[in-house]
């Protein structure tokens, strides 16, 4: 029997916005629906349902999983630290997105040198292709584009956009004092090698070209 979500998995193309994605249920499993829009961010685990036992009336419900205590019941981490990190990551996805639509470089509130770099790697065929070759994905554009947007656009936004970064930086401070970091998730064989060359290149160029004060804050050096 044919079975459309295995016998073409693969809805976008690794160079354009994912704009399709096969729809799961709440187990998980694919319905074999295509919805037309990006699936949102979120924890899935693939749970195949357990098999019927002959001669059990029911089937033991599995309890969940406390990743807040380890195993001497201890707790690992406050209610104020059960950051909801899906419900950030989409709202900084959607913020960048909409970001990105604008058309005049002039309105997307980073350096000259940071647009720039942006119409290079953004370009369809255009001069990142023609320099190197190489195409980047969208994946690895998105990654540039979302630290970008953290660095260089929040700070210019009202308070509903910097309440994001707050929240990034509150994470930060409880987690790692005195250790600023942003993650960035990108999956195995998605080049982030050539993301950490994008990074490289922006903190770079915008260190040794840009006009104080920004350039006091950004690195000239990578290990």
Known sequence: MAD??????????PYAYPNRHWELDPQGQPTQKINEFRRRADFITPIPKPRKQKGKQSTPVQGALDLYSNTEGEGLSS????YDSMTLINAVRDHVDTWRRLPDPSNWKVTPETARLLQHWRGTGGSFYNFTGIRPFFCQIEAIETLIWLTEVVPALGRKETALLDFVKDANTTANPELF????????????????AMIIAWQTINAVRCAAPRANVLPRAFW
Request: charged share 25%; aromatic share 6%.
């Open 181 to 196: 970091r942003i993650a960035l998730k990108m999956a195995t064989g998605s080049g982030k090698t050539t993301v950490m």
């Open 4 to 13: 459309p979500f295995f016998d073409h998995p693969i809805l976008n193309s």
């Open 79 to 82: 209610d104020d630290q059960k």
